[in-house]
């Protein structure tokens, strides 16, 4: 199609089309197709897919990484037509396109947390200097921004649940050497494979709280996890009054995706599964085991010591979880080489991107060192 994008109808750049949040936003974009135009599609390597949601939806660029390297995702980030962004790759890949974007004033629909837990103030910095707007996909952070949307101040608490991952209930040992066919079993959610292992070690639990630090802006004294395996509550927003909001839904990615493309207004929907408290039955709660799942305790650790720390943890939970896909190692290894990793770390304070691309490129290295 010639030209810009009509008038009232929103440009969607959608990096990572090809995954599992990639292809929720397109199922939820076809329902919407009269409010937004897809204008750039982008993937690492699966040629087959891309090529199948480029004939559908005709954006004016598309690419693999693989084949057009890392600025590809910058060149979607910022295309003149793409409104929203949503960044929907994996790990620290997702880094440069989220400040690209944000620089350029456009809206981030953030569903890459690597690159808050990373570079979190530097992300911030870049949406107040460029007007760009991040805007959370996380189930739990859309539920706690759907909770104080519309609410100024007085947030005082927050409690994001999880669902405990397929190993809430395993004895430690057997969790230790759990195959990569039980870590990717994941009770609640279909995602994909690093965030599902991320899950069942609960690294993403921590990648959750050290996100949610960066968005909503509290100290992490005020933020608290809870096991809650139904996953219909997705998070609670306390207020200093002591008054609790949650936000409730089945488990499906759709409505976050589309609360972060329309926040903060709300569009109809028809795809949602509607709520029905019957079908949910009981909604149960109880505390992490922080002394089984460690890598957990690790990243929380490194959010409060702040600095490198969070790249460093994330670049080595990112290493380890590699080699436990490829087989490399037992699923109780990524946690200690999380551990390893981090042990060895002097945190540095972080005031410009090559102190976190060193402090990433260090861990990396550190973690290989360690799995050698
Ligand atoms: N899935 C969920 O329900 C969910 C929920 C909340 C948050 N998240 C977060 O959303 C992000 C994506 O998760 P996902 O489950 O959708 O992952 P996924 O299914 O593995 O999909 C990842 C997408 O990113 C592309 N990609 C992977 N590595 C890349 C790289 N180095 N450079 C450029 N593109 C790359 C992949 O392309 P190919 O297909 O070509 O490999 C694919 O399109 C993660 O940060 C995750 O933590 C996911």
């Known amino acids: ?16 089309s090809t995954g599992s949040i990639g292809k929720s936003a397109l199922q939820v974009l076809a329902r919407q197709r009269e409010r937004f135009r897809v204008v750039a599609l982008t993937a690492r390597d699966n040629r087959e897919a891309l090529d199948r949601q480029v004939r559908e ?30 960044n929907a790759v994996v790990g620290a890949a997702g880094l440069d396109a989220t400040l690209a974007a944000l620089r350029a004033g456009k809206r981030v629909a953030l569903a890459n947390k690597e690159t808050l837990v990373m570079a979190g103030d530097l992300v911030r910095q870049a949406s107040v200097e460029g007007g760009g707007e991040l805007v959370p996909v996380d189930s739990e952070h859309s539920a706690v921004l759907q909770c104080v949307a519309g609410r100024e101040g007085g947030l005082a608490r927050l409690i994001l649940t999880a669902s405990g991952g397929p190993f809430r209930e395993w004895e430690p040992a057997r969790i230790r050497g759990a195959t990569v066919a ?5 009770p609640t959610w279909q995602m994909g494979s690093k965030v599902t292992v991320d899950s069942a070690t609960l690294a993403n639990k921590a990648l959750e709280v050290i996100e949610a630090h960066y968005l909503f802006q509290l100290p992490y004294a005020g933020l608290e996890v809870v096991v809650h395996p139904q996953s219909i509550i997705h998070a609670f927003a306390e207020f200093c009054d002591g008054s609790v909001i949650a936000q409730l839904g089945f ?5 976050p995706i589309l609360y972060a493309f329309t926040h903060p207004e709300r569009l109809p929907d028809s795809g949602v599964r509607r709520f029905d408290p019957v079908a949910v039955g009981a909604m149960t709660f109880e505390p992490v085991r ?13 959010g409060r010591a702040g600095g490198t720390a969070p790249a460093v943890f994330n670049a080595a939970n990112e290493v380890a979880v590699a080699a436990f896909l490829a087989g490399g190692i037992a699923f109780g290894r990524i946690a200690e080489v999380i551990e ?27 973690a290989h060192e360690v799995l050698a």
């Open 57 to 86: 939806w005709q954006p004016r660029l598309s690419g693999l990484v693989a084949e057009r390297g890392p600025d590809l995702l910058v060149e979607a980030a910022t295309h003149p037509d793409a409104d929203i962004v949503l």
């Open 251 to 255: 488990p499906s990615m759709e409505l």
């Open 182 to 186: 039980e870590a990717l079993n994941h």
């Open 1 to 16: 199609m010639p030209g810009g994008t009509p008038r009232g109808v929103r440009g969607v750049a959608i990096l990572g």
């Open 340 to 366: 390893q990793v981090l042990d060895v770390h002097r945190v540095e304070p972080v005031r410009e991107l090559d102190t976190v691309r060193a402090a990433d490129r260090w861990a990396r290295e550190h």
């Open 290 to 302: 922080t002394e089984v799942f460690r890598a957990f305790r690790a990243g929380v650790e490194a």
